[in-house]
Protein backbone atom coordinates (compact mmCIF):
# COMPACT_ATOMS: atom_id res chain seq x y z
CA UNK A 1 0.00 0.00 0.00
CA UNK A 2 1.22 3.41 -1.03
CA UNK A 3 1.78 6.40 1.92
CA UNK A 4 -1.31 7.88 1.15
CA UNK A 5 -3.47 4.51 0.77
CA UNK A 6 -2.33 3.96 4.28
CA UNK A 7 -2.79 7.56 5.92
CA UNK A 8 -6.72 7.19 4.23
CA UNK A 9 -6.95 3.62 5.67
CA UNK A 10 -6.20 4.91 9.06
CA UNK A 11 -8.71 8.09 9.09
CA UNK A 12 -11.14 5.38 7.50
CA UNK A 13 -11.23 3.19 10.25
CA UNK A 14 -11.53 5.78 12.78
CA UNK A 15 -14.42 7.69 10.47
CA UNK A 16 -16.02 10.94 11.89
CA UNK A 17 -13.29 11.08 14.98
CA UNK A 18 -10.10 12.75 14.69
CA UNK A 19 -7.01 11.03 14.83
CA UNK A 20 -3.65 12.55 15.74
CA UNK A 21 -1.04 13.32 13.23
CA UNK A 22 1.45 12.24 15.61
CA UNK A 23 -0.05 8.73 16.16
CA UNK A 24 -0.31 8.43 11.95
CA UNK A 25 3.14 9.64 11.35
CA UNK A 26 4.24 7.00 14.44
CA UNK A 27 2.35 4.08 13.03
CA UNK A 28 3.34 4.37 9.62
CA UNK A 29 6.87 5.49 10.34
CA UNK A 30 6.61 8.86 8.46
CA UNK A 31 7.29 12.49 9.37
CA UNK A 32 4.28 14.27 10.74
CA UNK A 33 5.18 16.48 7.56
CA UNK A 34 5.11 13.50 5.35
CA UNK A 35 1.23 12.78 7.01
CA UNK A 36 0.00 16.50 6.17
CA UNK A 37 1.23 16.87 2.63
CA UNK A 38 -0.46 13.15 1.92
CA UNK A 39 -3.79 14.77 3.58
CA UNK A 40 -3.45 17.68 1.24
CA UNK A 41 -3.17 15.44 -1.71
CA UNK A 42 -6.18 13.13 -0.46
CA UNK A 43 -7.93 16.82 -0.32
CA UNK A 44 -7.12 17.74 -3.89
CA UNK A 45 -8.39 13.98 -4.76
CA UNK A 46 -11.48 15.00 -3.51
CA UNK A 47 -11.87 13.64 0.28
CA UNK A 48 -13.03 15.83 2.90
CA UNK A 49 -10.68 15.73 5.91
CA UNK A 50 -10.89 18.37 8.18
CA UNK A 51 -8.01 19.97 10.51
CA UNK A 52 -7.68 21.34 13.88
CA UNK A 53 -4.50 22.72 15.45
CA UNK A 54 -3.64 20.08 18.33
CA UNK A 55 -7.16 18.17 17.41
CA UNK A 56 -5.77 16.17 14.40
CA UNK A 57 -7.58 15.24 11.01
CA UNK A 58 -10.92 13.37 11.08
CA UNK A 59 -12.70 12.18 7.45
CA UNK A 60 -15.96 13.34 6.60
CA UNK A 61 -18.26 12.36 4.58
CA UNK A 62 -18.47 9.55 2.22
CA UNK A 63 -15.61 7.52 1.02
CA UNK A 64 -14.96 4.81 -1.55
CA UNK A 65 -12.45 2.43 -0.58
CA UNK A 66 -11.73 -1.01 -1.05
CA UNK A 67 -9.24 -2.59 1.56
CA UNK A 68 -9.60 -5.14 4.78
CA UNK A 69 -11.25 -2.56 6.72
CA UNK A 70 -13.60 -1.51 4.44
CA UNK A 71 -13.94 -5.49 3.52
CA UNK A 72 -14.85 -6.02 7.65
CA UNK A 73 -17.35 -3.12 7.94
CA UNK A 74 -19.99 -4.38 5.50
CA UNK A 75 -19.04 -8.34 6.93
CA UNK A 76 -21.37 -9.84 9.65
CA UNK A 77 -18.94 -12.92 9.92
CA UNK A 78 -14.99 -12.17 10.78
CA UNK A 79 -12.29 -13.40 8.02
CA UNK A 80 -9.07 -13.34 7.72
CA UNK A 81 -8.53 -11.27 4.78
CA UNK A 82 -5.30 -11.06 3.13
CA UNK A 83 -5.46 -7.81 0.83
CA UNK A 84 -2.35 -7.59 -2.34
CA UNK A 85 -2.48 -5.11 -4.75
CA UNK A 86 -1.56 -7.31 -7.69
CA UNK A 87 -0.72 -11.30 -7.39
CA UNK A 88 -0.58 -13.78 -10.45
CA UNK A 89 -3.52 -15.74 -9.27
CA UNK A 90 -5.76 -15.60 -6.09
CA UNK A 91 -6.11 -19.30 -6.52
CA UNK A 92 -2.18 -19.94 -6.45
CA UNK A 93 -1.98 -17.84 -3.70
CA UNK A 94 -4.93 -19.42 -1.69
CA UNK A 95 -3.02 -22.40 -2.44
CA UNK A 96 0.32 -21.44 -0.97
CA UNK A 97 -1.10 -20.51 2.31
CA UNK A 98 -3.49 -23.12 2.98
CA UNK A 99 -0.32 -25.38 2.15
CA UNK A 100 1.13 -23.66 4.96
CA UNK A 101 -1.56 -24.30 7.23
CA UNK A 102 -3.84 -21.33 6.89
CA UNK A 103 -7.17 -21.55 8.04
CA UNK A 104 -11.00 -21.92 6.99
CA UNK A 105 -12.13 -18.72 6.38
CA UNK A 106 -8.69 -17.32 4.97
CA UNK A 107 -9.57 -14.94 1.58
CA UNK A 108 -6.36 -13.76 -0.33
CA UNK A 109 -7.85 -10.89 -2.43
CA UNK A 110 -6.10 -8.63 -5.56
CA UNK A 111 -7.02 -5.97 -6.92
CA UNK A 112 -5.95 -7.21 -10.11
CA UNK A 113 -4.19 -10.53 -11.01
CA UNK A 114 -1.77 -10.83 -14.21
CA UNK A 115 -2.53 -14.58 -14.55
CA UNK A 116 -5.91 -15.19 -13.80
CA UNK A 117 -6.84 -18.70 -14.09
CA UNK A 118 -10.10 -19.75 -15.64
CA UNK A 119 -11.67 -23.47 -15.95
CA UNK A 120 -10.53 -25.96 -18.38
CA UNK A 121 -6.89 -24.35 -18.44
CA UNK A 122 -8.14 -21.08 -19.87
CA UNK A 123 -6.69 -17.75 -18.99
CA UNK A 124 -9.82 -15.24 -16.80
CA UNK A 125 -9.00 -11.71 -17.34
CA UNK A 126 -8.61 -9.71 -14.72
CA UNK A 127 -5.85 -7.30 -15.20
CA UNK A 128 -8.56 -4.44 -14.70
CA UNK A 129 -9.01 -3.05 -10.69
CA UNK A 130 -12.88 -2.45 -12.30
CA UNK A 131 -13.28 -6.42 -10.86
CA UNK A 132 -13.23 -8.41 -7.79
CA UNK A 133 -11.11 -11.34 -7.56
CA UNK A 134 -10.69 -13.31 -4.41
CA UNK A 135 -9.94 -17.35 -3.15
CA UNK A 136 -11.36 -18.39 -0.03
CA UNK A 137 -10.16 -21.46 1.70
CA UNK A 138 -11.88 -24.00 2.91
CA UNK A 139 -11.32 -27.61 4.95
CA UNK A 140 -14.61 -29.30 4.54
CA UNK A 141 -15.38 -32.07 6.73
CA UNK A 142 -17.72 -33.05 3.65
CA UNK A 143 -17.29 -36.75 1.84
CA UNK A 144 -15.05 -36.44 -1.52
CA UNK A 145 -18.60 -37.49 -3.72
CA UNK A 146 -20.20 -34.00 -1.87
CA UNK A 147 -17.29 -31.49 -2.92
CA UNK A 148 -18.63 -30.74 -5.86
CA UNK A 149 -21.68 -29.03 -4.28
CA UNK A 150 -19.16 -26.43 -2.96
CA UNK A 151 -19.19 -25.07 -6.43
CA UNK A 152 -22.74 -24.92 -7.08
CA UNK A 153 -23.07 -23.60 -3.30
CA UNK A 154 -21.03 -20.86 -4.73
CA UNK A 155 -22.65 -20.21 -7.16
CA UNK A 156 -25.95 -19.47 -5.33
CA UNK A 157 -24.50 -17.63 -2.73
CA UNK A 158 -22.82 -15.33 -5.59
CA UNK A 159 -26.24 -14.77 -7.58
CA UNK A 160 -27.75 -13.53 -4.52
CA UNK A 161 -25.02 -11.17 -3.29
CA UNK A 162 -25.10 -9.96 -7.01
CA UNK A 163 -28.70 -9.40 -5.88
CA UNK A 164 -28.61 -8.41 -2.16
CA UNK A 165 -26.14 -5.33 -3.52
CA UNK A 166 -26.13 -4.27 -7.03
CA UNK A 167 -30.33 -4.97 -6.74
CA UNK A 168 -29.54 -7.12 -10.30
CA UNK A 169 -30.91 -9.99 -10.95
CA UNK A 170 -28.79 -12.73 -12.62
CA UNK A 171 -28.58 -16.73 -14.13
CA UNK A 172 -26.43 -19.58 -13.98
CA UNK A 173 -25.06 -21.11 -16.50
CA UNK A 174 -24.22 -24.61 -15.34
CA UNK A 175 -21.74 -25.35 -14.28
CA UNK A 176 -20.88 -22.26 -12.70
CA UNK A 177 -20.86 -19.09 -14.37
CA UNK A 178 -23.03 -15.84 -13.78
CA UNK A 179 -24.69 -14.25 -16.01
CA UNK A 180 -26.72 -11.40 -16.40
CA UNK A 181 -28.70 -10.27 -19.50
CA UNK A 182 -27.18 -13.30 -21.42
CA UNK A 183 -23.12 -12.16 -20.23
CA UNK A 184 -21.02 -13.87 -18.49
CA UNK A 185 -19.98 -11.46 -15.12
CA UNK A 186 -18.14 -14.26 -13.02
CA UNK A 187 -16.69 -17.24 -13.18
CA UNK A 188 -15.76 -19.70 -10.22
CA UNK A 189 -12.64 -22.21 -10.28
CA UNK A 190 -12.67 -24.71 -7.42
CA UNK A 191 -9.28 -26.32 -6.65
CA UNK A 192 -8.79 -28.71 -3.86
CA UNK A 193 -5.66 -30.69 -2.18
CA UNK A 194 -7.03 -34.43 -1.34
CA UNK A 195 -5.75 -36.55 1.33
CA UNK A 196 -5.67 -40.37 -0.27
CA UNK A 197 -5.19 -42.14 2.77
CA UNK A 198 -8.69 -41.33 4.15
CA UNK A 199 -10.94 -40.31 1.15
CA UNK A 200 -11.06 -36.54 1.87
CA UNK A 201 -10.57 -33.42 1.48
CA UNK A 202 -7.19 -31.26 2.87
CA UNK A 203 -8.63 -28.10 1.63
CA UNK A 204 -10.74 -26.42 -1.05
CA UNK A 205 -10.24 -23.21 -2.18
CA UNK A 206 -13.23 -21.37 -4.27
CA UNK A 207 -11.93 -18.70 -6.33
CA UNK A 208 -14.12 -16.44 -7.46
CA UNK A 209 -13.72 -13.56 -10.40
CA UNK A 210 -16.28 -10.81 -10.89
CA UNK A 211 -16.81 -8.05 -13.28
CA UNK A 212 -18.29 -5.55 -11.17
CA UNK A 213 -17.63 -2.44 -13.90
CA UNK A 214 -15.72 -2.44 -17.26
CA UNK A 215 -12.19 -1.46 -17.59
CA UNK A 216 -12.02 2.53 -19.70
CA UNK A 217 -10.25 -0.01 -22.27
CA UNK A 218 -12.97 -2.27 -22.54
CA UNK A 219 -12.88 -6.25 -22.86
CA UNK A 220 -10.51 -7.96 -25.13
CA UNK A 221 -10.70 -8.99 -28.40
CA UNK A 222 -10.60 -12.78 -27.16
CA UNK A 223 -13.86 -12.57 -24.30
CA UNK A 224 -15.98 -8.67 -26.19
CA UNK A 225 -18.37 -11.00 -27.44
CA UNK A 226 -19.08 -13.33 -24.02
CA UNK A 227 -18.35 -11.01 -20.80
CA UNK A 228 -20.64 -8.25 -19.28
CA UNK A 229 -20.23 -5.89 -16.31
CA UNK A 230 -22.49 -5.97 -12.91
CA UNK A 231 -22.35 -2.27 -13.82
CA UNK A 232 -21.50 -0.97 -17.45
CA UNK A 233 -20.15 2.06 -16.52
CA UNK A 234 -16.12 2.24 -16.14
CA UNK A 235 -15.70 3.89 -12.66
CA UNK A 236 -14.37 1.43 -10.28
CA UNK A 237 -16.66 0.72 -7.60
CA UNK A 238 -14.46 0.38 -4.21
CA UNK A 239 -18.20 0.43 -2.18
CA UNK A 240 -19.76 -2.20 -4.03
CA UNK A 241 -16.39 -4.35 -4.13
CA UNK A 242 -16.08 -4.45 -0.48
CA UNK A 243 -20.21 -5.00 0.01
CA UNK A 244 -20.29 -7.60 -2.56
CA UNK A 245 -17.36 -9.30 -1.41
CA UNK A 246 -18.55 -9.46 2.32
CA UNK A 247 -21.88 -10.64 1.48
CA UNK A 248 -20.93 -13.67 -1.01
CA UNK A 249 -18.41 -15.02 2.61
CA UNK A 250 -21.15 -14.93 4.17
CA UNK A 251 -23.51 -16.33 2.16
CA UNK A 252 -21.38 -18.93 1.17
CA UNK A 253 -20.62 -20.01 5.34
CA UNK A 254 -24.46 -19.97 5.97
CA UNK A 255 -24.86 -22.47 3.21
CA UNK A 256 -21.52 -23.98 4.34
CA UNK A 257 -22.05 -24.61 8.00
CA UNK A 258 -25.46 -26.87 7.90
CA UNK A 259 -24.15 -28.25 4.23
CA UNK A 260 -27.72 -29.39 3.21
CA UNK A 261 -27.47 -29.35 -0.59
CA UNK A 262 -31.72 -29.02 -0.35
CA UNK A 263 -31.21 -25.49 0.82
CA UNK A 264 -29.36 -24.78 -2.53
CA UNK A 265 -29.67 -26.97 -5.34
CA UNK A 266 -33.44 -25.72 -5.90
CA UNK A 267 -32.40 -22.15 -6.27
CA UNK A 268 -29.48 -23.44 -8.44
CA UNK A 269 -31.91 -24.82 -10.85
CA UNK A 270 -34.26 -22.12 -10.92
CA UNK A 271 -31.81 -19.93 -12.17
CA UNK A 272 -30.50 -21.96 -14.87
CA UNK A 273 -30.36 -20.04 -18.00
CA UNK A 274 -29.90 -23.65 -19.76
CA UNK A 275 -33.67 -25.58 -19.24
CA UNK A 276 -34.91 -26.27 -22.27
CA UNK A 277 -32.02 -24.67 -24.57
CA UNK A 278 -30.98 -27.06 -27.62
CA UNK A 279 -27.07 -27.03 -26.40
CA UNK A 280 -23.95 -28.77 -27.34
CA UNK A 281 -22.09 -30.65 -24.37
CA UNK A 282 -18.48 -30.42 -25.25
CA UNK A 283 -16.71 -32.91 -22.31
CA UNK A 284 -13.11 -33.62 -23.19
CA UNK A 285 -13.04 -34.97 -27.31
CA UNK A 286 -17.08 -35.70 -26.97
CA UNK A 287 -19.78 -33.60 -28.38
CA UNK A 288 -22.83 -34.45 -27.41
CA UNK A 289 -26.04 -32.48 -28.91
CA UNK A 290 -29.50 -32.40 -27.30
CA UNK A 291 -31.92 -30.52 -25.00
CA UNK A 292 -31.50 -29.56 -21.82
CA UNK A 293 -34.44 -30.67 -19.51
CA UNK A 294 -33.29 -30.37 -15.94
CA UNK A 295 -30.44 -30.01 -13.44
CA UNK A 296 -30.75 -33.04 -11.21
CA UNK A 297 -30.57 -33.16 -7.59
CA UNK A 298 -26.57 -34.10 -7.82
CA UNK A 299 -26.20 -30.81 -10.05
CA UNK A 300 -26.10 -33.27 -13.61
CA UNK A 301 -26.78 -31.21 -16.78
CA UNK A 302 -29.83 -33.43 -18.01
CA UNK A 303 -29.82 -33.87 -21.58
CA UNK A 304 -32.35 -35.57 -24.15
CA UNK A 305 -30.20 -36.53 -27.16
CA UNK A 306 -32.39 -36.34 -30.94
CA UNK A 307 -32.21 -40.32 -30.53
CA UNK A 308 -34.36 -39.84 -27.13
CA UNK A 309 -31.43 -40.94 -24.92
CA UNK A 310 -30.47 -39.19 -21.71
CA UNK A 311 -27.13 -38.08 -20.41
CA UNK A 312 -26.45 -36.71 -17.28
CA UNK A 313 -23.40 -34.65 -17.13
CA UNK A 314 -21.61 -33.97 -13.70
CA UNK A 315 -19.20 -31.54 -15.65
CA UNK A 316 -18.29 -30.11 -19.30
CA UNK A 317 -19.09 -27.33 -20.81
CA UNK A 318 -22.55 -26.43 -22.57
CA UNK A 319 -22.61 -24.05 -25.44
CA UNK A 320 -26.16 -23.13 -26.54
CA UNK A 321 -27.07 -23.69 -30.14
CA UNK A 322 -28.51 -20.29 -31.68
CA UNK A 323 -31.90 -20.89 -33.72
C1 LIG B 1 -13.91 -19.43 -15.23
O1 LIG B 1 -14.68 -18.56 -15.64
O2 LIG B 1 -13.54 -20.35 -15.98
C2 LIG B 1 -13.46 -19.39 -13.79
C3 LIG B 1 -12.79 -18.09 -13.50
C4 LIG B 1 -12.33 -17.95 -12.06
C5 LIG B 1 -11.55 -16.66 -11.87
C6 LIG B 1 -11.17 -16.43 -10.44
S1 LIG B 1 -10.53 -14.80 -10.20
C7 LIG B 1 -10.00 -15.21 -8.62
C8 LIG B 1 -9.44 -16.62 -8.69
N1 LIG B 1 -8.06 -16.59 -9.11
C9 LIG B 1 -7.86 -17.16 -10.29
O3 LIG B 1 -6.77 -17.26 -10.86
N2 LIG B 1 -9.03 -17.60 -10.78
C10 LIG B 1 -10.12 -17.35 -9.86
Request: with cysteine; glycine share 8%.
Amino acid sequence: METKERVLTMLYAQKGQSVSGEEIAASLGISRNSVWKTVNQLRKEGYEISSKTNDGYTLLGECELFNEYSIAKYARGKYQIELYDVLPSTNDTAKEYASKGAGEGTVIVARAQTKGKGRMGRKFFSESENGLYFSLILRPKISLDKCSFLTVMTAVSVLEAIKETCGRECQIKWVNDIYINDRKVCGILTEASLNMENASTDYAVIGIGINVSIDKDGFNDEIKDIAGAIFDTTDIKNEYKSKLLAKILDNIFLYYESFQVESFIEKYRKSSNLIGENVDVLRGNETIEGKVLDIDNEARLVIEDKAGKIHRFFSGEARVKRK
